[in-house]
């Protein structure tokens, strides 16, 4: 009686460590499932407000680089502020786009004069359409350590409103845009690469035109129509 009852506890135990295993394997695999669930990329939105810096390569070799550059989407206004070279010639830019006011205003904090101007342009809110495609999931930088790399999500499609094609990429986290490529059928490509980019408005009254901008030094320019978001911008 006890040879068998021996006999009969290694199969027991075998029994038991095979179930074990099975049950390790199996949790396993059910989080490596659920872990890739809960990476799959999603349609992010962006924040309403951002302000931080920009560069836009134009069609034709153009590039211009925004020191500031100010982003509200819930009230469709941009302001952009650029000091650079164009050839010989120094450039500077202080423009306050105001998109459902179908109007821009070119600004001169140096004379106090102001040039108002139409726009026609769409607004192109910086983020994904519901319509993109995923493309691509990846690493910017290294993945060798904590801290030295930046997940993105690349997304692709089309734009009807600005009939263009387009190539976005944005942060996993916190959805902010790092990249952006328009190519606007009949124009050309639009490369926007931000960066220093921060959630929110420190000054909200960057969004209003100074007060010379009311005065008897504006100037109205009928001619100074923008066709399109990219065109408004430059």
């Known amino acids: 009686m006890s040879t068998e009852l021996y006999a009969y506890r290694p199969r027991v ?11 390790l ?17 999603h349609h992010c939105k ?12 134009f069609p034709e070799g153009k590039t211009m680089v925004y020191e500031q550059f100010y982003y509200d989407a819930l009230e469709e206004r941009i302001r952009v502020v650029a000091v650079g070279k164009e050839g010989e010639h120094d450039v500077f830019v202080d423009r306050l786009l105001l998109f459902r006011e179908k109007a821009y205003f ?7 004069s102001c040039i108002k101007a139409s726009l026609d342009a769409t607004f192109a809110p910086i983020a994904i359409p519901l319509d993109a495609q995923h493309r691509a999931q ?10 030295q790399g930046l997940l993105v999500n690349n997304w692709v499609g ?41 959630i ?19 100037v109205e320019r009928k001619d100074g129509k ?9």
Not at 25 to 41: D, H, N, R, W
């Open 106 to 112: 070119d600004i001169s904090y140096h004379n106090k």
């Open 226 to 234: 923008a066709a399109n978001f990219f065109t408004a911008l430059l």
């Open 158 to 198: 089309s734009d009807a409103k600005t009939n263009a094609n387009y190539s976005l990429t944005f942060t996993e986290f916190g959805c902010i845009p790092i990249v952006s490529m328009y190519h606007v059928n009949g124009v050309g490509h639009f490369l926007s690469s931000f960066f220093d980019m921060v």
């Open 25 to 41: 394997v199996l949790t396993f695999i059910m989080s490596g499932l659920l872990s890739a669930l809960a990476q799959k990329p």
């Open 138 to 147: 990846v690493v910017l930088g290294s993945l060798s350590a904590p801290a």
């Open 13 to 23: 135990c075998q029994n038991r460590l095979g179930n074990m295993q099975a049950a």
């Open 46 to 57: 962006s924040p309403p407000y951002l302000q931080g810096k920009l560069a836009v390569d």
């Open 200 to 218: 929110g408005i420190e000054d909200p009254r960057v969004f209003i035109p100074p007060d010379f901008c009311s005065s008897k030094n504006l």
